[in-house]
């Protein structure tokens, strides 16, 4: 009830503590009512098991070649068929989630802190350091990225290390390019201005005011770009610079029985490929979700 | 009884938002007559925009109409199918709306953007082009053919508006609805495009309903006016009686909380009405006021009261709607005024110059600027947009040549240059409390941050500090740890005013601090501003477009114009006379609910632009009392015209007295006639 | 609208020398002296140096960087290494081949994605629109080979509708080129329609939602008239920015489509270089990419300022 007699009195407040508490946990609930989301986990989620438990759940030995039985077509012993080494197919295909999400998942992360830094310094400081390093990322960003790591691999040989590193500077001019956006979007809102009235210094507005801040557009990038990680991962593996050639490795082992193609010995190269189809588009799904939660 | 030209009936519309029905019209029932204007006024969350979008039956996806009827001319509007709805569109209603630049295509010239109305209704393209010219020239623009050959972009804003306006009655509607249409637009603008509203729809016989949370302009514009709080129409009844003579508890409120007829704050301040605006879609039994109203008895709980007539049109839905005006007061005493001190000044600019690049051209905001602002006093700013009122209360980074001194101390412009108490000393209450506040800190740290940052203050003398700021700007403490999306407006920038005041600031500037916040909130966050400034005897430099709180809050007044001081001097003086001429303009472009007529001053044209100011005094463009060759070649000084009062004009002062005087005594006498 | 354009020009060029300088210090981290690899390991210092002092790998490196750029604005792109041609003679017809193919594809995807993400668009949240955007999203997050190979295995080999190299036969005539690009030019389109469609379809959104349309509408326009004149130029301009963005990606970034298909575009070409460590024939072939897609920026830029008001008429009244 409103106090009318002592008018230095606090006014009685009802705040809305409860709808924001609720209107969090509504999202994360959301999140996990979205079909997107749940078709998205599911379909990463077979992999991440695999990478994790990897040789305890293939049925035969993915590395243990036989002569004898190479080329057989799907079966009821071999589900996926046989390689041209007589390896099981569905084993060297669990197997080979290993490589590709212990790189990928790590490349991005380098990826997005390098470029959440630059792009909160770019975005923040602006003036000719912001001039400047857009310039480069220009510049870097005008060649396709595939092309950068690969001339990159080549140069320095492809090891798990390597692919880290390669990946995670590739993408990080286009991480720091949306950071800095968002960067931007907040420096116009009067915190900041307010921050500077007080004379804090940049580390401190950048980190502590503006980062909590823009976290989101971060989120949705990680995942977008660890889409394309994988992607990149494959691609490069492919080309012939898998992280490890004696490990089973999908993108390997689609280049090495491409040509068998045209005697008719599709399964070699179909099951690969599907595994990669499924996770990318199952971390996609996932970046989907998570970017419409954002959204709202 | 011929028709009304729209009659809603009990109509009641609710918002479904995440899987639950928010009510926000709850059974709304008015008519307005042919011809006639009817404003709808209330604060935000009151429903008004809810009921516009409902007549023109362009309510969101996630609405609906639960219940009620809507007439147009006699029509049921709510049966209606699309395609009778579209026909209506075209023919009968018209909506304009805030933000004209917005409202407009800015991929098409405004010509084609005009024909289509006509085009639509059936005439061929030649006619569809001279009637456009024709409308174009009823609302003003004197050379119509050019204007359509522009791009939207290319045109201001007032210029904008009045081609919208164009658009909306190239129809012929029968009804018109107005949604804050010059919310937004500088004051002379606005009062253009008021005047020309009010003669168009003489002229047109259109019946309108105009919608908006300023009730001065309301009084200004319409005939009638219904009075709407959380959805329910409270009080009804003819605008000038409404407003002179209210009949229920919150329109009282609502007109005490509004500084009038000069108030000051040394006279009273300014009353409140306690608690919030209610949740969108709360359920609320009784008498949706109840909560927050003073007269409130146990039946107002219980039942809700109807809209009881009370003859001649009037209606108030209040059980004690006879006793409204008792209503008490929330606060009656009289706050001590502050103690200016003629000492040295505290804050002094002289010689001001700050030009920055635009795209290439150089833009003057400020030029020739000298200014003083004294302990424990409050200046006031006013301008128009381009006056460069913003730019010297920001005092950074002045141009070479120019003198800023705080404490008779150099001041640098770059705040990193500035010594801690500097700083300290110098700080902001911005307009937009969204922004202004971190929205992932708490309360709490925000505040606590400041006084970290400005007094070095740790643990636990910090966090009993921040407790007693939190108190002097009643800002309950069980709340420092919520963040500032739980929190209302109003609360927000209570968290803005203490961040402020965390490090005892000297000088604080107040940049339309009230402005984004509703008529009964800012009514509680100036008492609070006032009593801070008495109590620590800080000096304010207070920006604000509304005239009756800057007369109310300060004790002198600086008017702007084109980077250039007009007028300086007492806040009495300046509103009183003898005024500079622009400051003559301005005043009698600003309604008041009083309705009385002061004589209109038009001022032809736009505001010049700032890339390319008029030679010698900058206001002769559009200067009424222009005198002749010396007001285009030589700029006047801004001199002593009166013991503390400062003008650039060429015409003596003694002069404009009389002239102003003798306008005065002819308006007199127009409205007692 | 001069001004823009000025000072997009500039950028362009600052960024294009950028490039050159990053292009060239790349290319020269690939390990390896460059006589000493055509030579091999078994011939002696003196020849190698000789070599070296020939091909004028000896001089410093700035003095290089110049040889190099100043032969470029000539026409010389230097010799490969490799193939001991003329670098302009093995670019020219590899860019000639990815121009094709990128032409190819281009000229199918984009009327699609565009009425595709209109559609979308205008059925926002019902069940085409879905379809569209998330069928679109998640074809187009699929690796290119792996979509490649899906239409190999489909179309090439199960069905035997259509050849699987890419290479037609010499002085083929246009109807069989296209036959034989068919494939990797539709691969190309099922990796791209999902991404433009769904910047028109956002572009289409903030068109639909916004307060002009509004105006459209409460004027009284039928609903496609309000589409047709006041939505759709307002909805495209995002995505022109877009398609410019592919062009890098569709003329140098197919290595892989390339190598699937057998088809000698820039690529492979890049891939070929990278591998035998030739550095003229990659920085000359890098830079031309990148000076295709600053190109084909420049002139979505230059497209934009004409088609946005705002840019061609800058000054107010």
């Given at each position: 009830m409103t106090t009318l007699e002592d008018p230095t009195a606090p006014i009685a407040i009802p705040i809305r503590p409860d709808e924001t508490k609720v209107e969090r946990y509504e999202r994360f609930r959301l999140l996990f009512r979205s079909p997107t989301f749940l078709l998205g986990f599911f379909l990463a989620g077979i992999w991440v098991i695999c990478a994790i438990f990897g040789n305890l759940i293939t049925p035969h030995d993915p590395v243990a070649p036989d002569i004898l039985s190479k080329f057989e077509a799907p079966s009821g012993q071999h589900l996926f068929g046989t390689d041209k080494l007589g390896q099981d197919v569905l084993a060297r295909v669990i197997v080979g989630a290993r490589s590709v999400l212990v790189v990928a998942p790590l490349a991005t992360i380098l990826g997005t802190v390098l470029g959440t830094t630059i792009g909160l310094i770019t975005g923040y400081y602006r003036g000719f350091v912001d001039e400047a390093t857009m310039r480069v990322v220009d510049a870097v960003l005008a060649i396709p990225l595939i092309i950068t790591a690969l001339v990159a691999i080549t140069a320095v040989g492809p090891s798990r290390t390597t692919l880290v590193l390669v990946i995670g500077f590739v993408f990080t001019p286009i991480i720091a390019k949306t950071v800095r956006a968002a960067v931007l979007g907040e420096s116009r809102l009067e915190y900041v201005q307010a921050a500077r009235l007080r004379n804090e210094h940049g580390p401190y507005v950048m980190f502590a005011e503006i980062l909590p801040n823009v976290t989101g557009p971060i989120i949705v990038e990680f995942t977008v770009r660890l889409g394309y990680a994988i992607f990149t991962v494959a691609t490069l593996a492919f080309l012939g610079f898998a992280a490890d050639p004696t490990v089973p490795d999908w993108g390997q082992d689609i280049s090495a029985h491409y040509p068998s193609i045209n005697g008719g010995y599709w399964w070699p190269v179909l099951f690969p490929s599907l595994a990669i189809a499924t996770l990318i588009v199952g971390i996609n799904l996932i970046a989907d979700a998570v970017a419409q939660l954002f959204e709202r | 009884m011929t028709d009304a030209a729209i009659e809603l009936q009990d109509l009641q519309v609710a918002y479904t938002v995440r899987g639950v029905d928010r009510a926000v019209l709850r059974g709304v029932s008015f008519q307005i007559g042919q011809g006639e204007s009817y404003g709808l006024v209330g604060e935000s969350g009151c429903g008004k925009t809810t009921a516009a979008f409902a007549i023109m039956r362009y309510?969101?996806?996630?609405?609906?109409?639960q219940s009620g009827s809507i007439r147009l001319n006699g029509e049921?509007?709510?049966?209606?199918?699309g395609g009778n709805v579209r026909r209506l569109h075209a023919t009968t209603l018209s909506m304009v709306y805030q933000n004209p630049a917005a409202a407009?295509?800015?991929?098409?010239?405004?010509g084609p953007q005009l024909t289509e109305v006509f085009q639509l209704l059936g005439g061929a393209k030649e006619e569809a082009l001279h009637r456009s010219e024709e409308m174009l020239h009823k609302v003003q623009i004197s050379d119509p053919k050019r204007v359509m050959r522009r791009y939207p972009h290319q045109l201001s804003g007032g210029m904008q508006q009045r081609v919208v306006i164009a658009m909306a009655l190239a129809k012929n509607p029968t009804l018109l609805i107005l949604d804050e249409p010059t919310t937004g637009l500088d004051a002379t603008v606005e009062a253009e495009v008021l005047d020309l509203i009010g003669s168009l729809r003489q002229e047109f016989g259109t019946s309108v309903l105009f919608i908006s949370h300023n009730l001065a302009v309301i009084a200004k514009m319409c005939e009638r006016v219904g009075v709407l709080y959380a959805g329910r129409l409270v009080e009804q009844g003819a605008a000038q009686e409404v407003f002179r003579d209210p009949r229920h508890p919150y329109t009282v409120g609502l007109l005490r909380s509004i500084p009038r007829r000069g108030v000051r704050k040394d006279e009273t301040a300014l009353d409140t009405i306690p608690g919030f605006l209610p949740r969108l879609g709360a359920t609320l039994p009784g008498c949706v006021f109840e909560p927050r109203c003073g007269l409130a008895k146990e039946i107002c709980r219980e039942q809700e009261p109807d809209l009881f007539p009370l003859g001649h049109g009037r209606a108030s839905r209040c059980h004690f709607h006879d006793r409204a005006?008792?209503?008490?007061?929330?606060a009656p005493v009289r706050l001590p005024a502050a103690h200016v001190t003629n000492g040295k000044p505290l804050l002094e600019v002289a010689n001001g110059f700050k030009t920055f690049k635009q795209e290439g051209q150089d833009v003057q905001?400020?030029?020739d600027v000298s200014l003083v602002v004294r302990p424990g006093e409050v200046l006031g700013l006013v301008g128009e947009s381009g006056s460069g009122k913003t730019t010297l209360a920001r005092v950074t980074a002045p141009d070479e040549g120019s003198r800023l001194e705080m404490d008779g101390e150099p001041l640098a412009g770059k705040v990193e240059k500035r010594s801690n108490e500097q700083v300290r000393s110098l700080q902001i209450v911005f307009q937009n409390p969204d922004g202004a506040l971190n929205r992932r800190h708490s309360v709490r740290r925000i505040v606590g941050r400041a006084l970290y940052k400005l007094l070095g203050l740790r643990g636990q003398t910090k966090e009993d500090r921040a407790i007693e700021l939190a108190e002097s700007v009643r800002f309950d403490q069980t709340l420092l740890g919520a963040k500032p999306a739980q929190l209302s407006g109003g609360l927000k920038q209570r968290v803005a005013i203490a961040r402020a005041f965390a490090g005892d600031p000297r000088i604080v500037l107040c940049d339309e601090p009230t402005s984004a916040l509703d008529v009964s909130v800012q009514a509680a966050i100036l008492n609070l501003l006032v009593e801070l400034q008495t109590q620590k005897g800080v000096s304010y430099i207070f920006i604000s477009h509304d005239l009756g709180v800057v007369r109310y809050i300060s004790d002198r007044i600086a008017v702007m114009y084109l980077g250039r001081i007009q007028e300086v001097g007492d806040a009495e003086t300046v509103f009183g006379g003898p005024h500079h001429p622009y400051t003559e303009a301005l005043l009698s472009a600003v309604p008041n609910l009083e309705g009385e007529e002061r004589t209109r001053i038009r001022l032809e044209g736009e505001i010049p632009s700032a890339t390319n100011p008029p030679s010698g005094c900058v206001f002769h463009t559009r200067c009424p009392r222009f005198l002749g060759e010396i007001c285009v070649q030589e700029e006047p000084p801004l001199a002593e015209v009166e013991p503390g009062h400062l003008m650039r004009c060429h015409i003596p002062v003694e002069e404009l007295r009389r002239l102003q005087a003798d306008a005065s005594a002819a308006a007199q006498a127009k409205t007692t006639t | 609208m001069g001004r823009f354009l000025l000072t997009r020009l500039g950028l362009a060029a600052i960024t294009l020398f950028l490039l050159s300088v990053l292009v060239f210090v790349g290319a020269n981290l690939l390990p390896g002296n460059v006589a000493r690899r055509k030579l091999g390991n078994l011939a002696d210092q003196a020849s190698v140096d000789q070599l070296n002092h020939q091909l004028g790998t000896d001089k410093p490196i700035l003095q290089q960087y110049w040889n190099w750029i100043s032969g470029f604005f000539h026409g010389d792109l230097g010799t490969s290494l490799t193939f001991n041609l003329p670098v302009s003679q093995l670019i020219g017809p590899a860019l000639m081949h990815s121009l094709k193919l990128a032409a190819f594809a281009f000229v199918m995807v984009v009327p699609l994605a565009i009425v595709g993400g209109v559609v979308a668009a205008l059925q926002r949240d019902r069940l085409t629109d879905r379809i569209i955007t998330i069928g679109g999203l998640s074809l187009a997050v699929v690796p290119e080979f792996v979509t490649g190979i899906a239409l190999i295995l489909i179309f090439g080999l199960w069905l035997d509708l259509f050849p699987v190299s890419a290479n037609a036969p010499d002085g083929s005539s246009i109807l069989t080129q296209m036959k034989y690009l068919f494939l990797p030019a539709l691969t190309l389109v099922i990796v791209l329609f999902g991404y433009i469609s769904r910047i028109t379809r956002a572009g289409t959104i903030e068109a639909l939602d916004a307060d002009y349309t509004r105006t459209a509408v409460l004027k009284g326009l039928p609903r496609r008239t309000v589409v047709r004149r006041h939505v759709l130029r307002n909805s495209l301009l995002p995505t022109i920015a877009v398609i410019a963005t592919q062009t890098g990606y569709l003329i140098g970034g197919l290595v892989v489509i390339e190598t699937l298909f057998n088809y000698p575009g820039m690529g492979k070409l890049i891939f070929t270089a990278a591998n035998g460590k030739d550095f003229p024939l990659l920085a000359s072939s890098v830079l031309i990419v990148g000076i295709v897609f600053l190109v084909a920026t420049l002139l979505a830029d230059v497209a934009y300022s004409l088609l946005n008001p705002r840019i061609r008429y800058a000054t107010a009244e």
């Open positions: - | 309510l969101p996806r996630n609405a609906k109409i049921d509007m709510l049966g209606m199918g407009l295509n800015p991929s098409i010239r405004v005006q008792e209503l008490p007061r929330i905001a400020l030029v | -």
